[in-house]
Each structure stands twice: as C-alpha cells, then as structure tokens.
C-alpha cells in the first residue's frame, strides 16, 4: 500500500492538478471562483454602499478613485472568499455531526 501511495503523490508531484483558469491556488479557492461567477452578491445594499463610498469621493482625482475602488474591491473579494471558506469548513463539521 505504502508503494501505491508513493507512486500516486510522485504522479501528482509530475502531474499538478490543474485548477482551471490558473488564478485559483487551491481546490477551495476554485470552487470559490466558479460560485462567485455564477452567484453574484451585488445586493442593494452592496450598490447603495458603493454609490455612498463614490459620493464621499467626488472631489478626488479619478486616478485616486481607482486606487481607493481597487483597495476595497481587493478587501470586498478576500472577505467573500474568507466566508465561503468558512461555510464550506462549517458544511463539512455539519454532515461529519449527521453521519
């Protein structure tokens, strides 16, 4: 078994598993991606923030709008992918509780 087993991790070690688009860095992170793609979370809510966060930036620089947008557009997606990961880890307790 041992020798099975070190055969299939030199295979992936050969062979690394393609994630699809390339910008996914795990299994998780593509399931993420391929969610997020089909399930959008623009909200009301999440639109009429964005629609305040422009009006608070109006006399900016629209080169300074773009850096801000980018920075919390950045912090919006890794607070979405924290969350999905923490729903899939809090899926997988829930049906190791139900077997």
């Known amino acids: ?16 598993p ?34 305040e966060l422009y009006a608070q930036m109006e006399e900016l620089h629209l080169r300074d709008m773009d850096k801000v947008i980018d920075i919390v557009c950045s912090l919006c997606r890794e607070h979405e992918k924290a969350g999905f990961a923490e729903g899939v880890k809090v899926g997988m307790r829930l049906a190791e509780e139900l077997k």
């Open 1 to 16: 078994m041992e020798n099975y087993i070190q055969s299939l991790r030199n295979y992936i070690a050969a062979h690394p």
């Open 18 to 51: 393609d994630f699809g688009d390339g910008n996914a860095q795990s299994i998780l992170e593509m399931l993420f991606c391929h969610y997020n793609e089909f399930n959008r979370f623009d909200t009301e809510t999440i639109k009429m923030g964005f629609d």
